[in-house]
């Protein structure tokens, strides 16, 4: 069974730019979770979606959105890129909210 | 305030010796409570995860972690280390939500290094 998969596996934008990440859930999970992984400021939750609606955001700015797909699948769009945005971005799925989450490898976003 | 505590930011331990990384949550219900690892420039692996039940739950790689009520933690343990548990672990309570949870709250995370 193929896990959580993730691309691209790095991607480098230019400050200002926008950045698309994209995430494919386990086959039969229908939520999917984006999480920021930032050199210092360790692991922080971005997103929720669940059934095609988004259930939850942390606290983070409006440029950073997404959506989810018919299919589960989801991406994650982060608009006007600044330098601090550059972390590695984690999607995670679950079959239910009272099972565990499931990661993928990650995407490496640079902002240069 | 859900929060996370893992107090060991580094911890080095020689192969063949046994394991235990330090995690304490902040929340009032029980809580659900995982363990993740990740390797160098990789995602999040689950390693256990205790939702209800025996609170001494057994995961992969030969690890195991005790939930403690009293005393708010969820310690990792391993009796005999291998050079391949060298990695970063991260402690994370899951945040309640509609009889689930809607997201984790993640420990700062400890990484451990192994002495051949």
């Known amino acids: 069974e193929a896990g959580v998969t993730q691309s691209p596996t790095h991607l480098i934008k230019t400050r200002g730019q926008q950045a698309t990440l994209r995430c494919s859930p386990i086959s039969g999970h229908t939520s999917v979770y984006w999480y920021q992984q930032a050199l210092g400021l360790g692991l922080q939750f971005l997103l929720w979606?669940?059934?095609?609606?988004?259930?939850n955001r942390g606290n983070f700015p409006p440029r950073f959105s997404g959506r989810q797909f018919p299919n589960y699948s989801s991406e994650l769009n982060v608009n006007a890129l600044e330098l601090e945005d550059s972390a590695l971005y984690l999607c995670?799925?679950?079959?239910?909210?009272?099972?565990?989450?499931?990661f993928g490898q990650g995407t490496r976003l640079t902002v240069v | 305030a859900q929060s996370v505590t893992q107090p060991d930011i580094h911890i080095t331990v020689s192969e063949g010796a046994s394991l235990e990384l330090r995690c304490n949550y902040s929340y009032g219900a029980t809580p659900y409570l995982f363990w993740y690892v990740q390797s160098p420039g990789q995602g999040l692996q689950l390693l256990l995860k205790?939702?209800?039940?025996?609170?001494l739950v057994q995961g992969i790689k030969g690890f195991e972690a005790e939930f403690k009520r009293s005393q708010s933690s969820f310690n990792l343990r391993k009796p005999s280390v291998h050079w391949s548990d060298a990695a970063e672990y991260f402690c994370?309570?899951?945040?309640?939500?509609?009889?689930?949870?809607?997201?984790?709250?993640f420990g700062a995370g400890t990484r451990l290094a192994v002495h051949p």
């Open positions: 994370a309570v899951g945040y309640l939500f509609s009889g689930g949870y809607n997201k984790l709250i």
């Open positions: 979606y669940d059934e095609g609606e988004e259930r």
């Open positions: 205790y939702f209800s039940g025996d609170t």
């Open positions: 995670a799925s679950s079959l239910a909210r009272d099972t565990e989450a499931f």
